[in-house]
């Protein structure tokens, strides 16, 4: 791993900036000046140090977006968490392709990347410093002899933040290492077996739903983990099951499911008049949208920064080369031309379904050259689906940094979820659940289900959010002949890649500095 600037025995929580966390808008500890045992002195420490890893989910580090990240010798900008599983989920699967040329960033769309990527090591660091994170609250909150009310609730929200982080873990790289708050600090962990690691997060997430301390669902106000987060995070466990043990759980993901849909969330489905409703969920005031959004990853124009999250999405899609594309609609300064999509995606949509939601004006359909010297920019159509407006026509706090909050899990999800377990014949009503959503995009109600249907509906319904990668995995989509796209496998037509390719490498500079460790079968 890259070297944590903050040793992990001493408080992690540094700022200048306000906590991503309205509810937890606190003064961060300063670690410069205190350690755990000093600083945690009352329930206001407990929330600072709580604030701090939430932060992590938004910010690459404590400083704002120009100021130095949390993992020395990165990118502040390309080591944001959400930034790098965008890379890793987006720009590997039909949705995305980037025009850039940093470093290996196209390797992700031509699916060639090596063991020593740059921004694989990028995000692998950041899920691990994460679970840092949340480590060390645990284990300093229950050291501490300080007493008051939430301390028990607060440890719960951690480890429900620590358990998303091990999800990506498990969903992205398989056998990872794995620490908990019992683990000694400073000391190389061991590495955990892909099924061993579902069974941990099973575990984790089954005994905080029936515990007492986590929060019910919205119940600690938005953007807070809380048992509909812990249930959407199990429900995504048993729904990707048979990729990760090799045992399918269609019944287990469906009754989480039940339990869920009956927690009080609901679809987004009356909107302002400027925008539809779904877009609204897109927006600088989605926080606005609690009837759906389960949970988000905050961003502040002026408080939270950083060049990743839905500022990368939303300046990274606008093309500032096409005139036509006008940064001001979007509520921007200007467009970095970045993120396009491949045709093959722009084809599952109707213009009459709300979620199209894209820009095609002055944009080529094709992209012919994926490494043209000019011209580039102005190959395949631009998403408009997340913007730094408001709902009410207005804009965010400052163009030059977006308001709009990352939604990561929401009840369209669920939904989604529900039409899936019923095709693979779980006992749930998947069809109502998925005319649901259809009815709120515009589009045609159905009486029955089909798992190519419902691959397509998930890509119409949930693009940008970084879900894509994993559904084509689940669908045998992702490297097989059976479904081709654009630049798949680096050729213009597609092409199919190994299977080896739906985990990605553990980084070599890991395997060097940690020898428990082993290389995914495929990179060996």
Known sequence: MKTIKYILGTLVIAASLSACVKDLDVIPIDPNANTADKALVDEAAFQSLLAGVYTGYACPGYYGKDGSPSLSGLDGGASQYIRGLYNLNELTTDESMISWNDQTIKNFHWMNWT???????????????????????????????????????????????????????IDNFGNVPF?????????NPDQITRAKLYEWLE????????????????????????KGVAKFLLAKLYLNAEVYTGTAQWQKCADVLKDLMDDGYSLHTTSKGNYSAYQELFLADNDKCTDEIIFAVEQDGVNTTSYGATN?????????????????????????????????????????????????????????????????????????????RTSEGGFGKEKGSVDTDFPMMRYADVLLMAAECQAHNANIDGVSAYNQVRTRAGMP??????????????????????????????????TSGDYLWQWKGNVFEGRAVDAGRSLFPIPDSDLLANTKLQQNEYYK
């Open 115 to 169: 063991t020593d990527d740059s921004f694989i090591y990028s995000f692998y660091s950041r899920i691990f410093l994460q679970v840092s994170f949340a480590n060390e609250f645990i284990r300093e909150a229950k050291a501490s002899s300080v007493e008051f009310a939430k301390k028990n609730e607060y440890i719960a929200e951690a480890r429900v933040l620590r358990a998303l982080a091990y999800y990506h873990a």
């Open 179 to 187: 620490a908990d708050e019992t683990s000694i600090v400073g000391q």
């Open 203 to 226: 575990k984790e997430l089954t005994d905080l739903i029936d515990g007492s301390d986590l929060a019910a669902p919205r119940a600690n106000g938005y953007a807070r983990a809380d």
């Open 312 to 388: 990368y999405i939303i300046f990274g899609s606008t093309i500032g080369d096409n005139p036509t594309m006008n940064p001001d609609e979007i509520g921007i300064t200007s467009g970095w031309s970045g993120i396009h999509m491949t045709p093959e995606f722009y084809d599952k949509f109707s213009k009459d379904d709300a979620r199209y939601l894209f820009h095609t004006e002055g944009q080529s359909r094709d992209v012919i050259d994926l490494m043209a010297a000019d011209g580039l920019n102005l190959q395949g159509y631009a998403f408009k689906k997340f913007l730094n």
């Open 445 to 478: 109600t159905v009486s029955a289900l089909s798992l190519s249907e419902i691959i397509d509906e998930r890509a119409r319904e949930l693009y940008q959010e970084c879900w894509r990668r994993s559904d084509l995995i689940r669908f045998g989509l992702f």
